[in-house]
């Protein structure tokens, strides 16, 4: 099984409020349907989520009764992205069931506490894919936070110890400065902890989930329940086959401890 996580910048426009990507879904589903792998799918919130998260400060918990709004809206977005993303797959053959955060997970201090997975075992094993996403859940001490689809897929690369864990982003893996701003970035084939602890310490990203930094800790703690942890460009036709069929491709790989 292949743990696959889209990325929310390259599911939405992460500039554009709610603007779904429903091209580059299908044919990322077409790439897995022709990689003839089981896979389970976590997917972001990109512009569904991050903007009005943040507006709210959502990820500091429930700090004042205003923040009620933004938790409404947000769920209310993930959810209609959500929505989108599974009829995407189902267009393209993909027979998928989403569980959601907000009525299966909860939070303690901002980190992913419980998750019914279960519920994950028992679709996978009636041969649907299961898929979810990073949501507002409850967190028991601060009344409410985000469950990035980070802490999910650390989540469920622990339980299920896939053959891999792909990373779908818009860039090529993970770069030496953000290639964006900088024309000398280098990609950073392997990263472990010592390339990881060298890194320079610029915020390339203020979503509410964290920086590259976070992310990477995930990647690192991941990269000790499976074989292999890749970040992909999924805007690059054919990578995301490449990465799941084991074709050579330019990829980012995260190596554990
Ligand atoms: C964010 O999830 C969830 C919300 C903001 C509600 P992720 O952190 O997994 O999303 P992306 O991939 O960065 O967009």
Redesign the pocket.
């Known amino acids: 099984m292949i743990l696959i996580k889209l990325?929310?910048?390259v599911i939405?426009d992460k500039g554009r409020y709610r603007t779904f990507k429903e091209d580059v879904v299908r044919r990322l589903a077409r790439e897995i349907v022709s990689s003839e792998e089981r896979t389970m799918i976590v997917?972001?919130?990109?512009s569904f989520?991050?903007v009005i998260?943040k507006k709210y400060a959502l990820q500091n918990g429930m700090v004042s009764d205003d923040q009620a709004r933004g938790i409404s809206q947000?769920t209310s977005d993930?959810r209609e992205l959500d929505a989108l993303v599974i009829k995407a797959l189902s267009d393209e053959e993909i027979e998928a069931v989403s569980i959601v955060p907000g009525s299966s997970a909860t939070l303690r201090e901002g980190k992913l506490h419980t998750l019914d997975v279960g519920k994950f075992h028992d679709y996978y094993a009636l041969g649907i894919t299961p898929v979810t996403?990073?949501?507002?859940v409850l967190d028991e001490v601060r009344g409410i936070g985000?469950?990035?689809?980070?802490q999910l897929i650390a989540r469920l690369a622990e339980e299920f110890r896939p053959d891999k864990v792909i990373f779908v982003t818009d860039v090529d893996g993970v770069f030496t400065c953000d290639p964006r701003l900088d024309g000398k970035a280098k990609l950073i084939e392997e990263i472990d902890r010592k390339v990881l602890d060298e890194l320079p310490r610029s915020e390339w990203c203020d979503?509410?989930?964290g920086s590259i930094f976070a992310k990477l800790e995930y990647m690192l703690s991941i990269a000790t329940s499976t074989k292999e942890v890749m970040i992909i460009n999924g805007n690059e036709h054919g990578r995301l086959a490449a990465a799941m069929t084991g074709s050579e491709l330019i990829c980012s790989r995260v190596r554990g401890a």
Do not use: K, N
């Open positions: 990325g929310g910048s939405t997917h972001g919130a990109g989520g991050h998260a947000v993930v996403f990073g949501d507002v985000i469950c990035s689809g980070d979503d509410v989930t």
